[in-house]
């Protein structure tokens, strides 16, 4: 019987052989860029192959010995003992506000780029804004360093028609915030995310998010959603991954469950009773899929932390008028006192940005030392004073490695301020889990990291190194690929990632980072004939 490691090396060899007579056939013709002498692995599930690749406007070209094909080229890249893969694709981000900022070098969104990374998606956790054709065109026009797809957000939606009301909608304000859903996925949205840990997201009902995500369905979207909880917060990590198979199954749609994991010492060793729930659902004929960045702590802020959602309700000046007063206060911090216990104790929360410049750097127990107060009682002056970004090291190896082995989970970064996941979490997922400790193969992280995100939301002609499809590559050295940012300096660029083409353009040359702003909106296609 032939292995299935053998048979993968014939059926990438085979597929070589395929794409070098494409190769030869278009031999007369000169490639703008053609990178020559790595081994490629293609973006699928085989091992990596010794080939050259052919970049022509904006477009891969060709793929197989270029000697032999007598392929020339205007520029070549040697890239002999260096690993070609497609650009990576991070399905969760906060990159938004970059690439809308009136500067052109935050623009260029090098956090991402110089990890390789050529495809974000924004609007994550419910943000995204419904009016995604605008907001994209004039993205585009102004000039953006990596690709960007959109979600419409949940949180948005609901927002725009509810504020920030703990209530439910009536018939009209249902059907406005549908029509707000449609309206985007016809524009182009993936799908519909949500963020149901996060008020005002947190007050719906799962009937609620259902009749929407039946509009992200109808036009052929996915839902992807920050779960009502990862910890023991209200319903549960296993009862809120149910709840996403509930939505998935009532609006008849692909669930994608954003950041996996088990967060906090009461759900630590849970990933076991979760990864057989999702390979059940699977096996039920239900699309599940995750996404997951490769660290110990999440990306949070004081209040998301450690406020209970009734206090938040109406916003941040009625939750501060709740903490001063006499009869409400005791109680919020006494529920406060609890979230911090699941999280591990003040001495797991490191505050990283935010308006009190003082506590960055520290954990919220070095802070109560300081100002003699209890924990909490430091939490409500950070608040008070603004708040606060922390690092919560709540996760425990065994469950992000348990996660990480599964062929549906793919990389992602959840990138946002204060936190080394923006600007390190695929160079730190092969640093760490590929090259050091060979959790995952390289094969598997680059297929997790490109193709699968590519089929999962349907990024026609992405994710792959094929001919015909867009030239987001990434070259980078399999000695030095590596994240430099760390949980005190968060904001540090990784290296190794030596040469990046986003549609055919060099966003990084020979390890530095130029001003090209070569991204794209990406798209996607609605359903034929849903919209109208």
């Known amino acids: 019987m032939m292995t299935s490691k053998r048979a993968a090396a014939i059926g990438a060899s085979a597929l070589l052989a395929s794409v070098s007579i494409f190769g030869l056939a278009q031999a007369q013709q000169s490639v703008d860029v053609l990178i020559s002498g790595g081994t490629v692995y293609d973006g699928g599930e085989g091992p990596g192959v010794s080939a050259d690749i052919g970049v022509k406007d904006g477009k891969i070209a060709f793929v197989g010995d270029a000697a032999q094909a007598k392929v020339t080229a205007t520029t070549t890249i ?55 054709k605008a907001t994209f065109d004039k ?36 059907d406005k915030m549908k029509s707000l859903v449609a309206g985007a996925m016809c524009e182009g949205a993936v799908g519909l995310s949500t963020g149901l840990f996060y008020p005002p997201q947190s007050y719906a009902k799962t009937a609620e998010v259902i009749e929407l995500a039946k509009e992200a369905a109808k036009r052929g979207g996915s839902y992807d959603s920050h779960i009502r909880d990862e910890s023991s917060y209200t319903i549960g990590l296993k009862g809120a991954i149910q709840e996403v198979f509930d939505i998935g ?58 406020l209970p959602r009734w206090a938040q309700v109406d916003g941040e000046e009625a939750t501060l008028k709740r903490l001063a007063d006499p009869t409400l206060g005791p109680k919020i911090r006494a529920e406060m006192k609890e979230n911090l216990r699941r999280r591990g104790g003040a001495s797991s929360i490191l505050l990283t940005a ?161 001003s090209e702003l070569a991204g794209k909106r990406v798209l996607r296609t609605p359903t034929a004939g849903s919209c109208g």
């Open 249 to 306: 199954k009532g609006a008849n749609i692909p669930v994608h469950v954003a950041h996996i994991k088990a967060l906090g010492v009461d759900v630590h060793g849970q990933s076991a009773d979760v990864i057989k729930m999702v390979e059940q659902a699977r096996a039920s004929g239900l699309k599940v899929t995750a996404d997951q960045y490769p660290w110990l702590a999440s990306g949070s802020s004081v209040g998301a932390s450690l």
């Open 139 to 174: 993205m585009e026009a102004e000039g953006i360093g990596t690709n960007a797809v959109s979600w419409v957000g949940f949180g948005a939606v609901r927002a725009m028609v509810l504020g920030q009301s703990d209530r439910a909608p009536n018939a009209a304000e249902l």
């Open 78 to 132: 040697d890239a002999r003992g260096k690993i070609v893969a497609p650009g990576f694709i991070d399905p969760h981000t906060h990159y938004f506000e970059d690439l809308t900022s009136s500067d052109a070098g935050t623009r260029r969104n090098l956090a991402a780029a110089m990890q390789g990374v050529t495809t974000v998606f924004v609007g994550s956790d419910g943000g995204g804004r419904p009016d995604v």
């Open 354 to 514: 935010g308006p009190v410049t003082a506590v960055h750097g520290k954990t919220l127990e070095q802070v109560a030392t300081q100002w003699k107060v209890d924990p909490i009682e430091a939490a409500v002056r950070i608040l008070q004073q603004g708040g606060s970004s922390i690092a919560s090291f709540n996760q425990s190896e065994a469950d992000v490695k348990a996660f990480m082995k599964q062929p549906w989970v793919m990389t992602s970064s959840d990138g946002s301020e204060g936190h080394p996941r923006k600007y390190g979490s695929f160079a730190e997922k092969y640093a760490k889990y590929v090259k050091a400790e060979k959790t995952i193969s390289l094969t598997d992280f680059i297929h997790r990291s490109s193709g699968l995100t590519a089929d999962t939301f349907g990024l026609t002609g992405r994710g792959y190194l094929k001919p015909g499809y867009h030239a987001d590559v990434v070259v980078f050295d399999p000695q030095t690929y590596a994240p430099k940012a760390t949980y005190v300096e968060p904001e540090v660029l990784s290296v190794g990632a030596e040469q990046v083409l986003v549609n055919g353009k060099f966003v990084v040359r020979d390890g530095k980072p130029t």
